[in-house]
């Protein structure tokens, strides 16, 4: 499975922001998906997870309330919709699939995207 996450850009305090993330193969849809956050200099956090078949979600502390996490198994794709962003959500974006539930380690998880950057001006 190869995923490719988009999305990212330059936002201001305050605004919303919703990342993709794209997988190459239905056997994706199988997997649970997970969103991580690294900013420089820091170690990777977990941000959000969400089961196989969207039933369940979990999020990190820092987001939950602000973040949602979904996904569309029909286009096999997942989602992480970013509200009320602030200056210290700035990172760069991962998100990943896990056969494990709930997995927020980033060693739970089997695949991989390549990242996309996420900038919160204040």
């Known amino acids: 499975v190869q995923l490719q996450a988009s999305g990212g850009g330059l936002v201001q305090a305050g605004d919303s922001l919703t990342l993709s993330c794209a997988a190459s193969s239905r056997t994706a849809s199988t997997y649970n998906i997970g969103w991580f956050r690294q900013a420089p200099g820091k170690e990777r956090e977990f941000v959000a997870t969400?089961?196989?078949?969207?039933?369940?979600?979990y999020y990190g502390d820092t987001v939950k309330g602000r973040f949602t996490i979904s996904r569309d198994n029909a286009k096999n794709t997942g989602y992480l919709q970013m509200n009320d962003l602030k200056p210290e959500d700035t990172a760069v974006y991962y998100c990943a699939e896990s056969d494990v539930w709930i997995a927020t380690m980033t060693f739970e998880y089997k695949y991989w995207g390549q990242g996309t950057q996420v900038t919160v001006s204040s």
């Open positions: 969400i089961s196989w078949d969207g039933g369940s979600r």
